[in-house]
């Protein structure tokens, strides 16, 4: 077999073609297999100790975590020890230090947005981060809240995902529609007249 009669490769295509995986090795014993053996049989990789999920983790706490021995990161929200994967991290561990005691979201989409997260280092949660202030309505705009870094309803952890889809990557996720408002019969009427007499039997009436 000459290389003639291998296949060409089409330059065409219209799925982007898989980058080099340059400078970094999979060294021997921490490849993602050796990853799935650690996750399946440790007991407490993220260092919880016992403690249960928080859900108050502020960005200023998680900067003080920035040590490869003590590593947290952020990403879509939830925040991860990621101490223990960055040596078997497949793009090496040098470029995920550069996000330890950050949020990495944008990052990590940047270079595999189509990776499972929950999958891969579910076990390494500590927690959300804590919404700094909660809206009592959504904005015109959609935006998000000031800790609301994945840019969805700023709730998370309770995003309005599939039930199926809960373990998906976030961003393959089907939002469910947002509500309607409904018009009945009494948001139709014209304000209530409030003058703050609670005898006058015309307090709640609609004035016309
Ligand atoms: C924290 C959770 C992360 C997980 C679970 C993760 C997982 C992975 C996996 C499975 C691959 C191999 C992908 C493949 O072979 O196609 C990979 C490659 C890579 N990752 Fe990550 N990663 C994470 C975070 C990050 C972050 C924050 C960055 C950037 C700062 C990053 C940069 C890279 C790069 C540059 C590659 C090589 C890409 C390539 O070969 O084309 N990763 N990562």
């Given at each position: 077999?000459?290389?003639?009669?291998?296949?060409?490769?089409?330059?065409?295509?219209?799925?982007?073609?898989?980058?080099?995986?340059?400078?970094?090795?999979?060294?021997?014993?921490?490849?993602?297999?050796?990853?799935?053996?650690?996750?399946?049989?440790?007991?407490?990789?993220?260092?919880?100790?016992?403690?249960?999920?928080?859900?108050?983790?502020?960005?200023?706490?998680?900067?003080?975590?920035?040590?490869?021995?003590?590593?947290?990161?952020?990403?879509?929200?939830?925040?991860?020890?990621?101490?223990?994967?960055?040596?078997?991290?497949?793009?090496?561990?040098?470029?995920?230090?550069?996000?330890?005691g950050k949020d990495a979201t944008a990052l990590f989409d940047k270079y595999h947005q189509w990776i499972n997260i929950d999958n891969l280092i579910g076990p390494l949660l500590l927690g959300t981060l804590m919404a700094k202030k909660r809206r009592s309505s959504v904005p015109e705009d959609g935006g998000a809240s000031e800790y609301d870094e994945d840019g969805d309803d700023g709730d998370d952890g309770d995003d309005p995902v599939m039930p199926s889809m809960a373990n998906s990557h976030a961003s393959n996720a089907i939002p469910m529609p947002r509500p309607i408002k409904v018009e009945t019969a009494a948001s139709l009427l014209p304000p209530l007249h409030k003058d703050g007499d609670a005898d006058d039997p015309d307090e709640y009436s609609p004035k016309i």
């Open positions: 077999m000459n290389d003639t009669t291998l296949p060409k490769q089409s330059n065409d295509s219209k799925y982007p073609r898989r980058r080099e995986n340059k400078g970094a090795v999979v060294r021997p014993g921490f490849g993602l297999h050796d990853w799935m053996t650690l996750l399946r049989q440790a007991k407490d990789l993220a260092q919880r100790k016992g403690s249960p999920l928080r859900h108050d983790i502020t960005p200023a706490e998680m900067r003080l975590h920035d040590k490869p021995y003590d590593g947290w990161c952020s990403l879509r929200g939830k925040v991860y020890n990621i101490s223990p994967y960055l040596a078997y991290h497949p793009g090496g561990d040098e470029i995920l230090r550069s996000v330890l």
